[in-house]
């Protein structure tokens, strides 16, 4: 039996989290991050950064299907506390610690790569641990 070669992924086009306090979050990611929604209601705000979408979602408004006009949405639900990390550039690496500050938020950690790139660690107000990293951090992700 030969095995199948799957086609090929091109990104990770949408990353989502699940929050408590939509309005709240709200707050964080649009004040501290600058990030400008592209669609929110009261279970669902989207955000585009670069050619992704990070999706925050109200906590247990997603369980049962979306169903809409074109198709459905299969229920989903998280828990716990997630990670993930916005690629920025290494020249911004300092306005970030700047701009966290200015807004009380702790840096919790601080790598410098051995391939170049840096990171900061940080929470939003639902214990998500976000982080942003300029390249050099993957093989994938440099200079």
Do not use: C
């Not at 916005?86 to 966290?100: D, N, S």
């Amino acid at each position: 039996m030969s095995r199948r070669i799957p086609p090929q992924l091109n990104a990770v086009l949408e990353t989502g989290l699940y929050v408590d306090d939509i309005r709240r979050a709200r707050t964080f990611y649009e004040g501290v991050l600058g990030l400008e929604p592209m669609f929110s209601d009261e279970r669902l705000t989207a955000y585009p950064v670069g050619p992704s979408v990070l999706l925050l979602f109200t906590r247990g408004t997603t369980e049962e299907p979306a169903r809409m006009p074109h198709g459905t949405i299969p229920g989903h639900d998280g828990q716990g506390r997630l990670h993930f990390a916005f690629a920025v550039a290494e020249e911004t690496i300092e306005p970030w610690r700047e701009q966290l500050q200015q807004h009380d938020i702790t840096i919790e950690g601080e790598v410098h790569w051995p391939q170049g790139g840096r990171s900061l660690y940080f929470r939003d107000p639902d214990g998500h641990l976000l982080e942003v990293v300029s390249p050099g951090l993957w093989a994938n992700y440099r200079k």
